[in-house]
């Protein structure tokens, strides 16, 4: 087909169209400008704007876009008030200069990551450090040092300062990763990214500071610390050692949310954090992320916390996050089986005294089941979000039913069956987002960032009689049998107002699982399930639709799924659709069977927006069912792909067919968006982006060193059809993409052919190549 | 809108009208050549014409 294209006659006729259709664009531009020409610059400006914070190299794309917005921006400082400063990217320090002189007078928002800032990049900002409004520092090394650096400048310093944050430059915890231990904080102070008691003598000369993120601010040595007024601060985020002495010598009369990482800490001195914390007048968010350090008290008996000072109520308080483990990780049951004591009355208490909360976190508290820190009923009916992780299996007996009737929010990671969850006894007639995801081991499939609270290891089993009074091994028993458990899950069958559904219930053979029947969801329109339970939930009005996966037979059923009516009507009304939507690879690792997509694609009449997965040669299939009827899925304009095509020239030329039919056909919608995990080579993005604009493309070249890219341009091997083989050096990803140059793959005979680069999961929706022109739809109609 | 404005609006809508005539017309040339082509190669026939 490739070489049928280049016949003279064919290129003649493709030159033509192209000159044809850019001389009908100048005038249509002439004629029915783009509506964003016909915007009034107040709203451009704030799309602008909006660009600019989303991505901190907008002002130089939108300088290339054309005169006027050149003119534009140069003139419109709060394009240029973002600056993102890669200390470790050269061309990112060039652009400082240019961001400096054009935001002019305007405040800015700095952030500096990387390594290490030089003193170069601290002495070009000083010239604005007057100006700088927001200064969040991410840095591996020194991270302290551009902040007392810009404070120091003539004439005023940091006078304008509102928001400050120091952090460690670290990548993201994976699987097995502990909470931060003690070496791991004496390596930031060594690495100098904590402040000290200089540095908290120079907040308080920042008159405007609202907003403080920092690592560490106390020190064990230190016993006395000095007070601290800080009069404006409105949102504090710290990271404490062992006790709240520095909380305890704060003043801030304005403080409205208070984020805590408590480190190596003990029961008296997490009694003291929250003592500490409910001095603050207009507190409305408390967060408690506290490990305990097992050294520090006996956890096998129970703390006697009666004799201490009790928790005062507080009124204002409306979101409580909790978060508690030990500082090695691990839960021990010591001599004779005795379970380890965490604060069950404290948070009993410490639950209790916030009367009107409406948002309840408690995350991966150990050994503690939600019956014995389940809410006042106050609380019950003043609750619209809830999240509960819990880290046990906890053999747990029916308890009554719970009625939340204002719940609109609930998130439940745990292991999910009948005797193990009191999901049973929930009712919530108002719910309009359900997360429930069940597994084994603490791995979510979606959210890696919730890493903190899952440290990758398996979930420990109790039961009732480990965990009771008669052993000494609790304070409280399990609950009486109160009624047979219902063997559906009324939560999911009984929660007809959701509008988003995520669930996993793990490998549906499996007995032991909580089940549900058939249930109708009038308005649910985002739905995260196996294929497996995606037969049982009617939603006439869902659009997107992700599919999670836990087992090889569910292959079978995708395959086999649009023959019925009832998945046509699904099917038919879908907008997105993504196909495997696990981002963490080690939510499971089951080799699965190829699946077929072909079959959905007559069905998918509604789809805009298509995900394919990593594997099963998805995006192959669809060019060739695309290249052979290129009606189907008529409403398809963006692809997203997390591998690339064995061939450019088939995708390239079956997408100039498609946008050329809906160029006749106004009921059949351009492709205009294609998405890669990486950046695609120029000599690969030029022509498709032809293609997706609706042109002819520019014939594809063959990139220089790197042939087997493109190797249908390649010369075939003599007596045979084949075109040479890529080298093996490469995964395919990188070969196919043009960009070898990074590829670091494993070694031949390592299980995994891909480099790190495609291994791990996507941290970011990927770079997306776009049509000059999107809508050509119906153009010569 | 001025008489002139008028004119010259109307002058640019009888070019692009133009331009997307020929356009067309360059796209059932190129699907002629298309169809003869994969005619030639397979005989199997798509519920939908594979080009224009």
């Not at chain 1, 350090?293 to 703390?303: G, L």
């Not at chain 1, 399930?529 to 090889?552: D, G, M, N, T």
């Not at chain 2, 005539?21 to 026939?45: F, P």
């Amino acid at each position: 087909m490739f070489h049928s294209l280049q016949s003279p006659l064919r290129l003649d006729l493709r030159n033509q169209f192209n000159t044809l259709f850019e001389e009908a664009r100048r005038k249509d531009s002439v004629l029915t400008p783009h509506p964003i020409m016909r915007v009034p610059l107040d709203i451009v400006r704030e799309i602008f704007e909006a660009a600019a914070r989303a991505d901190p190299d907008t002002p130089f794309h939108l300088l290339e876009t054309c005169m006027a917005w050149r003119t534009f921006v140069l003139e419109t400082p709060s394009i240029w008030k973002n600056i993102h400063i890669a200390v470790d990217n050269d061309d990112a320090l060039k652009a400082l200069p240019a961001f400096l002189l054009f935001s002019k007078t305007w405040k800015l928002d700095v952030t500096i990551i990387g390594t290490h800032a030089p003193e170069s990049v601290v002495d070009e900002l000083a010239q604005a450090a007057h100006r700088i409004h927001a200064l969040d520092i991410c840095l591996h090394k020194a991270a302290r040092e551009p902040f007392r650096g810009l404070s120091s400048a003539p004439p005023d310093g940091l006078c304008s300062l509102s928001c400050l944050a120091v952090e460690t430059h670290s990548e993201p915890q994976i699987r097995g990763a502990k909470p931060q231990t003690t070496q791991a904080l004496e390596r930031i102070e060594q690495d100098q990214n904590s402040l000290d008691g200089t540095d908290m003598n120079l907040l308080q000369t920042l008159p405007m500071l609202t907003s403080l993120t920092a690592l560490v601010l106390h020190d064990m040595g230190i016993v006395d610390v000095p007070p601290l007024e800080l009069l404006s601060l409105k949102s504090l985020r710290i990271v404490l050692r062992n006790s709240a002495a520095v909380l305890q010598s704060l003043k801030c009369e304005s403080l409205q949310s208070l984020d805590v990482i408590l480190e190596d800490t003990s029961r008296d001195g997490w009694w003291d954090f929250l003592l500490a914390s409910l001095v603050y007048p207009q507190l409305v968010e408390l967060s408690v992320d506290a490990t305990l350090d097992r050294e520090e008290d006996d956890w096998s008996t129970p703390w006697d916390f009666q004799s201490r000072t009790r928790l005062h109520t507080r009124d204002t308080i409306s979101t409580l996050t909790i978060a508690l483990a030990f500082s090695d990780w691990q839960y021990i049951w010591g001599l004779g089986g005795k379970a380890e004591y965490l604060c069950g009355y404290l948070l009993d208490e410490s639950i209790a005294c916030f009367p009107y909360l409406s948002n309840l976190h408690i995350l991966h508290v150990p050994f503690l089941h939600s019956p014995f820190i389940w809410p006042i009923e106050q609380i019950l009916l003043t609750l619209r979000k809830l999240e509960l992780n819990v880290p046990a299996v906890v053999y747990d007996k029916p308890s009554p039913v719970i009625e939340l009737p204002n719940l609109s929010e609930l998130r439940y990671y745990g292991f999910v069956s009948l005797q193990t969850t009191r999901l049973p006894s929930l009712r919530t007639p108002c719910l309009q987002y359900l997360e429930i995801m069940h597994h084994q081991r603490d791995v979510h499939p979606i959210h890696g960032q919730i890493n903190r609270y899952w440290p990758g290891e398996l979930r420990k089993s109790i039961s009732g009689p480990e965990f009771s009074t008669s052993k000494n091994n609790s304070v409280k028993d399990f609950p009486e049998d109160i009624e047979d458990a219902d063997p559906l899950l009324p939560i999911i069958h009984q929660s007809f107002a959701l509008q988003e559904l995520r669930l996993y219930l793990g490998d549906p053979l499996r007995r032991a699982n909580i089940n549900f029947g058939s249930t109708t969801f009038p308005v649910l329109k985002r739905l995260y399930c196996s294929i497996f339970y995606l037969p049982r939930i009617v939603a006439p009005q869902l659009e997107e639709l992700h599919l999670l996966w836990s087992a090889k037979d569910e292959t079978r059923r995708f395959d086999g799924y649009p023959k019925g009516d009832k998945a046509q009507r699904v099917l038919n009304q879908l907008k997105m659709l993504d196909i495997y939507s696990h981002a963490n690879r080690e939510f499971h690792e089951v080799p699965f069977k190829r699946i077929s997509v072909e079959q959905w694609f007559p069905y998918l009449t509604s789809l805009c927006m298509i995900i394919f997965p990593r594997g099963w040669m998805c995006i192959d299939h669809f060019i060739d069912v695309l290249s052979r009827d290129p009606h189907i899925c008529p409403a398809l304009t963006t692809i997203t792909s997390p591998t690339y095509p064995t061939s450019w020239v088939s995708l390239c030329h079956c997408l100039e067919t498609r946008n050329h039919l809906s160029m006749r056909d106004p009921s059949v919608q351009a492709i205009h968006t294609l998405r890669f995990p990486l950046a695609v080579h120029q000599n690969i993005h030029g022509p498709l982006q032809d293609a997706l604009s609706g042109e002819f493309a520019a014939p594809f070249v063959p990139i220089p060193l790197q042939p087997w890219t493109l190797r249908e341009l390649q010369p075939q091997i003599p007596g045979s059809t084949a075109h040479e083989p890529p080298l093996e050096t490469a995964c395919f990803d990188c070969y196919q993409s043009g960009n070898t140059f990074e590829c670091e793959r494993p070694p031949i005979g390592v299980r995994s052919l891909d480099c790190p680069r495609h291994l791990g999961p996507l941290s970011s929706p990927g770079v997306a190549i776009t049509a000059h022109r999107r809508d050509i739809s119906g153009y010569l109609a | 809108m001025d008489h002139a404005t008028k004119v010259k609006r109307k002058r640019d809508l009888m070019h692009l009208r133009d331009a997307k005539e020929k356009m067309r017309t360059v796209l059932l040339q190129i699907a002629s050549l298309e169809h003869s082509k994969s005619d030639l190669q397979d005989s199997s026939v798509s519920p939908h014409p594979t080009s224009l």
